[in-house]
């Protein structure tokens, strides 16, 4: 009982993975960052305000839905835990946790996320409120570490919120629902929050806001490099850009340089030679459609069993294909 943690990933192995990332996205024809790296403290922080945005509609159509919808999901599956990939805060775990209604504790919740401080901290706050009863963290990446992922307490409901699954491409999409198909058991579940497609007004406005919190964001990548890399990178003079591209069904966001400068950075005793104009592409966000969805899931052995919508945003509920039946489906 209680709080545990699993470390499969350290500060020096995130450092090595950032340098690797670095050399390899800064050194391509076309420059590339992934998008994992904004979240150090002051990129959290600042993210956590673009969720308060007016133009920012996805966590809020999310939370909306969970309230509506959770005590819906939670009777389809009774689970005995929840595994949570990009756990963070465990925001969106405790909207889950308030539709049990006081049916009791949940037995056992499992975060999964690289920041161990927060894991830590989200834990034990979980823990004295009451709502669950064991904590079994694991401090890795969910796109490298789900095999570490405890057997199960019990029956079980995998949750991947947020629409996180819009920043991996369609490979590593693939890849990553089949691993989460490995977690589960006849009976389980895979809760997928996802963004859909709407009119390109919608999604520029929610990824250029007029206040210019998520261009400030977008630049916190190059602030991380400077600190962890020891580059000399002035964050501040790029520009921020989001494009849709319609065909891939995918909003991009990018850095664009200032001038014609070159960038030290010490850490790789590397220098990029940058020319105006040119930009770092820091971010894809893949919107999907119910059919764009069935077909990812049927891919990795999954079947859709639940779609609740509102037309912005979706909440999947999914099963192992070989045990579509175990849940009601919807026609």
């Not at 994992?36 to 996805?58: C, M, N, R, V, W």
């Not at 490979?171 to 058991?185: D, P, Q, S, W």
């Not at 497609?197 to 806001?209: E, F, I, N, P, R």
Request: negative net charge; hydrophobic residues 50%; contains cysteine.
């Amino acid at each position: 009982m209680g709080y545990r943690a699993d470390v499969h990933i350290d500060d020096t192995a995130l450092t090595a993975a950032l340098a690797a990332d670095v050399r390899r996205g800064l050194t391509a024809p076309a420059k590339c960052l992934p998008p994992k790296y904004f979240y150090d403290a002051a990129g959290s922080a600042l993210f956590e305000q673009i969720t308060k945005l007016p133009e920012y509609y996805l966590t809020r159509a999310e939370h909306a839905l969970l309230d509506t919808y959770a005590p819906m999901i939670l009777a389809d599956v009774q689970p005995v835990e929840i595994v949570e990939l990009g756990a963070g805060s465990a925001a969106k775990v405790r909207r889950l946790l308030a539709a049990l209604n006081g049916a009791g504790p949940l037995a056992r919740y499992v975060p999964i996320d690289v920041d161990a401080s927060m894991l830590d901290r989200a834990g034990r706050a979980l823990l004295a409120e009451g709502g669950v009863g064991e904590i079994h963290a694991v401090v890795g990446d969910f796109e490298r570490h789900l095999d570490r992922v405890p057997s199960p307490a019990g029956r079980r409901l995998v949750a991947f919120l947020g629409s996180t699954i819009g920043n991996l491409d369609a490979t590593a999409r693939h890849v990553l629902l089949a691993n989460v198909r490995r977690l589960l058991m006849p009976g389980d579940a895979f809760l997928l929050g996802v963004d859909l497609v709407k009119s390109a007004g919608m999604l520029h406005a929610a990824y250029d806001d007029a206040a210019g919190v998520t261009a400030e964001f977008n630049r916190n990548v190059l602030r991380v490099i400077n600190q962890r890399l020891r580059a000399d990178f002035d964050a501040g003079t790029f520009g921020h850009e989001a494009r849709w591209d319609a065909d891939e069904a995918r909003i991009e966001m990018h850095l664009v340089a200032p001038t014609r400068h070159t960038v030290r950075v010490r850490g790789l005793g590397m220098t990029v030679v940058f020319e105006q104009g040119e930009t770092i592409w820091t971010e894809s966000a893949y919107k999907f459609t119910r059919a764009s969805v069935e077909h990812m899931l049927d891919a990795a052995g999954l079947e859709l069993a639940r779609w609740l919508s509102d037309d912005l945003y979706a909440l999947v509920l999914a099963v192992p294909a070989r045990a579509a039946t175990a849940l009601p489906r919807d026609a």
